[in-house]
């Protein structure tokens, strides 16, 4: 943390030396809920909410962007989230990236590149400032595993085809990224499953992990940390990450991407694990007629970790999916989105039952007062079958509902 304050510090300097343009952005996120639900995931429960049971009322999200331009191409972008419940106060850094980006050539192409603490470009959801989601309240399965467990330290390298200059109605962009600090990934999706929330960890944020049989003593699981923490180097391999993406005028944008952060599963560093995770995602977001939107993603790989003798202590397949339609009429909008989600378990390890499969439904309904105040109300329901409950004393099969107000204001 001390050497990202010190670059931020640094690069505020650097842009008042060289007369850079700054820009600030974020959201302020109150909310008022009223949950049917157990403990939730982020106190290393095995609810499927941020919120607990009962009613709470939270700072849901308290984000700001920090930018400085300059005349170059170059760019730098510091992104804090804090949050505030019954249960915790957190406030830090998620993202922290220089980013530079060329003029087009003669011939339609431009390269652009990103080092630094960023997300890798996955969801289709989280596209407001300081990662919230534009038109629900929680974000789906998909993009709340992301938040909280995918994150790089890296580069990437994108180069794009515009179709302006070259007679054609889409750009077409390939991109690449190398990282690290990554290698945890996929113990928080093994042990808490899929979950519907807002939360993002910070980057120097570590997650509860719910007090299952395995992590007893005389069990093979019991020397991990009673807390995950995603975003560690543990054997200084660099992960990958590729994507392509086409975005057509006036139309939508297709996304393909394949992930690997190549961890070696059989090694451990102070009760954290590597964990050999990858996955392909795909994503499409289309404008229909009658001002419809239409968003879809899905998401499918496995994650692998071993004992130090390199036997399977977790091996486990993955994949999640949704559709959603969002309309707006003038100062409304409304969002119906569907989803479904499973976790299959291929190891033996006793005491440590991974498998799930669960469906979801969320419905939201948002009022734009004036262009930075917008006030939601929001209805989540989730279906969904975890052998592990047991471990606790809870339902296997449980069903989970939610209704939210929001208050958001957006600063431009």
């Known amino acids: 943390m001390l050497k ?17 343009e700054y820009t600030l952005h974020g959201v302020l996120d109150i909310r008022a ?54 249960n915790e ?14 003029l087009p050539n003669n011939h339609g192409y431009r390269w652009q590149s990103k080092t630094g603490i960023f997300y890798p470009e996955i969801s289709l959801e989280n596209n407001a400032f300081a990662w919230a989601s534009r038109n629900t309240l929680n974000s789906s399965a998909i993009n709340t595993w992301i938040g909280e467990e995918i994150r790089v330290l890296g580069s990437e390298l994108a180069f794009t085809r515009l179709g302006k200059l070259n007679q054609t109605n889409f750009d077409l962009t390939l991109a690449a990224t190398v990282f690290a600090n990554n290698d945890p990934a996929g113990a928080l999706l093994a042990w808490h499953g899929w979950n519907i929330g807002n939360r993002q960890n910070l980057w120097t944020d570590s997650r509860a992990i719910p007090d299952f049989r395995g992590r007893r003593p005389g069990y093979d699981l019991s020397a991990q940390a009673a807390k995950s923490d995603p975003f560690l180097e543990l ?42 995770t990858r996955f392909t ?19 499918s790989g496995d994650t692998l970790m071993q004992s130090p003798q390199k036997m399977d202590a977790v091996n486990n397949d993955y994949a999640s999916g949704y559709v959603a339609l969002s309309k707006r009429i003038r100062r409304h909008r409304v969002t119906l989105r569907l989803e479904e989600f499973s976790i299959t378990d291929n190891d033996q390890t006793i005491g440590d039952n991974n498998n799930e499969y669960g469906k ?53």
């Open 4 to 20: 990202i304050l010190v670059t931020v510090f640094l690069l505020f300097n650097i842009g008042i030396a060289y007369s850079a």
């Open 33 to 86: 809920t009223s949950a049917k639900t157990i403990d939730s995931y982020v106190d290393g429960g095995y609810g499927k909410f941020t919120s607990h049971n009962g009613k709470n009322l939270s700072l849901a999200q308290a984000g700001a962007e920090v930018a400085i331009d300059w005349d170059v191409g170059i760019s730098a972008h510091i992104v804090v989230n804090a949050y505030s419940d019954e």
């Open 89 to 102: 106060d957190l406030i830090g850094i998620t993202e922290a990236f220089l980013k530079y980006r060329s």
């Open 235 to 276: 054997d200084d391999h660099l992960g990958l990450h590729i994507k392509s993406k086409i975005r057509f005028h006036e139309k939508g944008r297709l996304l393909i991407g394949y992930y690997d952060n190549q961890a070696t599963p059989y090694i451990r560093e102070d009760g954290q694990y590597g964990w050999h």
């Open 281 to 299: 995602h795909v994503g499409l977001s289309w404008h229909l007629p009658y001002a419809i939107e239409l968003s879809s993603q899905y998401l």
């Open 360 to 412: 979801s439904l969320t419905t939201n309904y948002t009022y734009r007062y004036s262009k930075p105040w917008l006030f939601s109300i929001e209805y989540n329901w989730v279906n969904s079958s975890r052998p592990a409950r047991m471990y606790t004393k809870q339902r296997i099969s449980l069903v989970e509902r939610q209704w939210q107000i929001a208050a958001r204001y957006f600063f431009l």
